[in-house]
């Protein structure tokens, strides 16, 4: 496809963006009988390698049952070629040595279980099972720099390969192009007003490594999972094992508690930590590869769905949406629930008139609930900047805090905070009577 040919014709797209979140809207649009092309700025690795347009790829990245159950929905059997890579799936929360904010999680049976992999073998498992659509082509090395228009609708996208400039006519352009989209100044050049936009910021960073044991596990937990200790202990670990029989480790902290990058400083804030399990872990392991340390900026939310006037036919989707404190590990769930978001617009009403407003609103929802959980979870900790803070938060965060002590001593506090935690139920739950009820029984202190 060349800028030579600007004719837009009906049944073009074009997908910014070759991670999760593109993939999964390329082959949402293929299913919806459009010719596809995916325009991606880095060259595409042949094998399941980290690359530079993906940086957090090197950290822990763990897909919620509601996102594998999601992706399984839209690429039937890719379940099955992820444990074929070497997936592994954990039963929340009996497989894992967790202590939440108010102390040990018991080791009731498993309600929900959670995909562990590196991100890279996620990203090429899905990418080689898109590539096979002969709807769906790749244009890599090329990267998107705005917007062709006409009449207030979408007609191309402008891409930079090398020294060379070029249109890709397109009827309909979805940016999946992550968090550094620059889907607003875009809108603001093609005559469109840009999206309001509200951050929160913990501060968070992360070092992570990869990791083989020399010796087995101690016990019978598959991993270890500690979380942020309320404000006392803004600190976090985690060890799970992911393919070819290794384990990915991370420690991070919110503002003033940023972990070392160094081997020994690693391990000695590992022994910091709420308990002694990720500490004896690493005793009993070796390093398999450098360590990565991160600092994500903050989260932030972009409210596509909100503004005046938008170009029909450009859609938004993923991170260029709405990024969260990973902490909370959301993004990859809600990218795969606004895939089929989009695809349950395009089956009940098409692609005519109001079809962008219809799918932005559908891809806003579907971040809503998750921003609201993880915005209510970062705004305890004083360092935070953003946000809105309201008096209900204060509320909030005392019943939060009676329902996570009631999760270490009953299952139906456990399993309701697991739920919402997992984003397979609202908040809202955490309010239901059998809930309401452990949180006054269980939830003293
Ligand atoms: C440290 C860390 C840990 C995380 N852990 C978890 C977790 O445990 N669970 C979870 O669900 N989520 C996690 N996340 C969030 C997750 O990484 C994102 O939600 C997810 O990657 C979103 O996918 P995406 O496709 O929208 O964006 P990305 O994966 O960032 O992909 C964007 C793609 O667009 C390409 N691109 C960018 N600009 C252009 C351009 N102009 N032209 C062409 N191509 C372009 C990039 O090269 C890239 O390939 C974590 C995030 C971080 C930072």
């Given at each position: 496809?060349?800028?030579e040919d600007?004719?837009?014709?009906?049944r073009?797209a074009v997908?910014?963006?070759?991670?999760?979140?593109?993939?999964l809207?390329a082959?949402?649009l293929?299913?919806?009988?459009?010719d596809?092309?995916?325009v991606?700025?880095?060259?595409?690795?042949a094998?399941?390698?980290?690359?530079?347009?993906?940086?957090?790829?090197?950290?822990?990245?763990?897909?919620f049952e509601?996102?594998e159950?999601?992706?399984?929905?839209?690429?039937?059997?890719?379940r099955s070629e992820?444990?074929?890579?070497g997936?592994?799936?954990?039963?929340?929360?009996?497989?894992?040595?967790w202590?939440g904010?108010?102390?040990?999680?018991p080791?009731?049976?498993?309600?929900?279980?959670?995909l562990s992999?590196t991100?890279?073998?996620?990203?090429?498992?899905v990418?080689?099972?898109?590539?096979r659509?002969?709807?769906?082509?790749?244009?890599?090395?090329?990267?998107?720099?705005?917007?062709?228009?006409?009449a207030g609708?979408?007609t191309g996208?402008?891409?930079?390969?090398g020294?060379?400039s070029?249109?890709i006519?397109?009827?309909?352009?979805?940016?999946?192009?992550?968090r550094?989209s620059a889907?607003?100044a875009?809108?603001v050049?093609a005559?469109?007003?840009?999206?309001a936009?509200e951050t929160?910021d913990?501060a968070?960073?992360?070092?992570t490594?990869l990791?083989?044991?020399?010796?087995?596990v101690?016990?019978?937990?598959r991993?270890?999972?500690l979380?942020?200790s309320?404000t006392s202990?803004?600190?976090f670990?985690?060890?799970?094992?992911?393919?070819?029989?290794r384990?990915i480790v991370?420690?991070?902290?919110?503002?003033g508690?940023e972990?070392?990058?160094?081997?020994?400083?690693?391990?000695?804030?590992?022994?910091?930590l709420a308990?002694?399990?990720?500490a004896?872990?690493?005793?009993?392991a070796?390093?398999d590869?450098?360590?990565?340390?991160f600092?994500?900026?903050?989260?932030?939310r972009?409210?596509f769905?909100?503004?005046?006037?938008r170009?029909?036919?450009?859609?938004v989707?993923g991170?260029a949406?709405?990024?969260?404190?990973p902490?909370y590990?959301?993004?990859?769930?809600?990218?795969?629930?606004?895939?089929?978001?989009?695809r349950?617009v395009?089956?009940?009403?098409?692609t005519?008139?109001g079809?962008?407003?219809?799918?932005?609103?559908a891809?806003a929802?579907e971040?809503?609930?998750p921003?609201?959980?993880?915005?209510a979870?970062?705004?305890?900790h004083?360092?935070?900047?953003g946000?809105h803070?309201?008096?209900?938060h204060?509320?909030?965060?005392?019943?939060?805090?009676?329902?996570?002590?009631a999760a270490?001593?009953?299952?139906?506090?456990?399993?309701a905070?697991l739920?919402?935690l997992?984003?397979c139920?609202p908040?809202?739950r955490?309010f239901?009577?059998?809930?309401?009820?452990?949180?006054?029984?269980?939830?003293?202190?």
């Amino acid at each position: 496809m060349s800028g030579e040919d600007s004719s837009a014709t009906p049944r073009n797209a074009v997908v910014v963006g070759a991670g999760l979140a593109g993939l999964l809207a390329a082959s949402v649009l293929a299913g919806a009988d459009y010719d596809v092309t995916i325009v991606e700025r880095d060259r595409l690795p042949a094998g399941p390698d980290a690359r530079a347009g993906i940086p957090q790829a090197h950290h822990t990245h763990l897909l919620f049952e509601r996102g594998e159950t999601g992706v399984e929905e839209l690429l039937p059997g890719i379940r099955s070629e992820l444990r074929e890579a070497g997936a592994v799936s954990l039963g929340l929360p009996g497989d894992l040595e967790w202590v939440g904010p108010a102390g040990v999680i018991p080791r009731f049976p498993s309600r929900r279980t959670v995909l562990s992999c590196t991100r890279p073998v996620l990203d090429w498992t899905v990418r080689r099972r898109v590539s096979r659509d002969p709807r769906i082509s790749f244009r890599e090395g090329a990267r998107a720099i705005g917007l062709e228009t006409s009449a207030g609708a979408v007609t191309g996208l402008r891409l930079r390969c090398g020294d060379t400039s070029e249109v890709i006519p397109a009827a309909l352009v979805v940016d999946a192009s992550g968090r550094s989209s620059a889907a607003p100044a875009w809108l603001v050049d093609a005559g469109f007003p840009a999206p309001a936009e509200e951050t929160v910021d913990a501060a968070i960073a992360y070092t992570t490594g990869l990791f083989r044991r020399t010796a087995p596990v101690p016990g019978p937990a598959r991993g270890v999972y500690l979380q942020v200790s309320g404000t006392s202990l803004p600190r976090f670990g985690i060890a799970l094992p992911v393919e070819r029989d290794r384990w990915i480790v991370a420690v991070g902290g919110l503002r003033g508690h940023e972990p070392p990058t160094d081997q020994e400083g690693f391990a000695a804030f590992a022994a910091t930590l709420a308990s002694p399990a990720l500490a004896g872990f690493l005793a009993g392991a070796v390093a398999d590869s450098p360590l990565r340390g991160f600092r994500p900026p903050g989260s932030r939310r972009r409210h596509f769905d909100r503004t005046a006037r938008r170009p029909e036919g450009f859609v938004v989707v993923g991170d260029a949406v709405c990024t969260f404190n990973p902490v909370y590990g959301q993004g990859m769930t809600v990218a795969v629930r606004q895939a089929l978001a989009l695809r349950g617009v395009l089956t009940d009403h098409g692609t005519g008139p109001g079809f962008t407003r219809r799918v932005q609103r559908a891809v806003a929802a579907e971040a809503a609930g998750p921003w609201k959980i993880a915005e209510a979870e970062d705004l305890r900790h004083p360092g935070t900047r953003g946000g809105h803070r309201t008096p209900l938060h204060r509320l909030q965060h005392a019943y939060l805090d009676r329902v996570q002590r009631a999760a270490t001593a009953d299952v139906t506090a456990n399993y309701a905070l697991l739920d919402v935690l997992a984003l397979c139920a609202p908040p809202t739950r955490l309010f239901a009577p059998s809930v309401l009820f452990s949180a006054l029984r269980h939830g003293g202190r």
